[in-house]
């Protein structure tokens, strides 16, 4: 079963809007990674949150780590046409190379 | 080079056919990946280089699925007598683990594969 589970599934917004993604996780991690995917080809790092970290920022982007519920979400402001993609949630379960990906959540930037 | 490079990045081929899918890592990254995007769905982990050590085959889905890492840079997974469930995207992605940022996976655009 996925480690990463990403929710909603898909999400639909308007310009301007913000658009926030969940993903919940099984066993302990060292740290979440969150990427990008255009088109349904490669992916692109956006930002990784270390266990010991409850929130960090990059530009537009804030995520959160609850360990406790073993959860993050990923919250993208002021949403752009070009932010459309599917956002993955990564986990490494504990493992020091191996990360596991949820099945993403695919969001709509409406101009 | 600037990234990671993927060949082909379309592949049809025919049931009962092999192929041979291609990844050429960012240079003096050691760690290697392969994983296995079918339609909409997430990633699945195949199979993890690093260095010198024996590679983590604990992914590849049957013994169909091969994969080499030569002088620790260029990587090829080889598909042998490939099925229709193979069709998926294939995507390799590459790491430097004594860097700073050595969680990190940098991906390729990835190969589509389709088995007819």
């Known amino acids: 079963s996925q480690q990463g589970e990403e929710d909603p599934q898909a999400l639909s917004i308007q310009e301007g809007e913000n658009a926030t993604m969940n993903c919940s996780y099984k066993t302990s991690i060292n740290n979440l990674q969150w990427y990008r995917q255009n088109s349904g080809r490669g992916l692109v790092h956006l930002i990784l949150i270390r266990s010991n970290e409850r929130e960090k920022h990059s530009g537009r982007l804030r995520v959160t780590l609850d360990t406790s519920k073993k959860s993050s979400s990923l919250l993208i402001t002021a949403s752009r046409a070009a932010d459309t993609a599917s956002y993955f949630c990564a986990t490494d379960a504990g493992s020091n190379y191996k990360l596991t990906f949820g099945k993403g959540t695919l969001l709509t930037v409406n101009p | 080079g600037a990234g990671v490079s993927q060949s082909p990045s379309n592949k049809v081929t025919e049931k009962g056919k092999d192929v041979e899918l291609r990844c050429d890592p960012i240079?003096?990254?050691?760690?290697l990946y392969w994983y296995r995007q079918s339609l909409g769905q997430g990633l699945e982990f195949l199979i993890y280089?690093?260095?010198?050590?024996?590679?983590?085959k604990s992914g590849l889905p049957s013994d169909r699925f091969s994969a080499e890492r030569t002088g620790g840079s260029v990587s090829t997974l080889t598909i042998q007598r490939t099925q229709q469930e193979d069709s998926a995207v294939y995507l390799c992605?590459?790491?430097?683990?004594?860097?700073?940022?050595?969680?990190?996976?940098?991906f390729g655009s990835g190969t589509q594969l389709s088995v007819l």
């Open positions: 240079s003096g990254h050691t760690a």
């Open positions: 992605a590459s790491s430097s683990p004594s860097s700073g940022e050595g969680e990190k996976l940098f």
């Open positions: 280089f690093q260095g010198n050590s024996a590679p983590d």
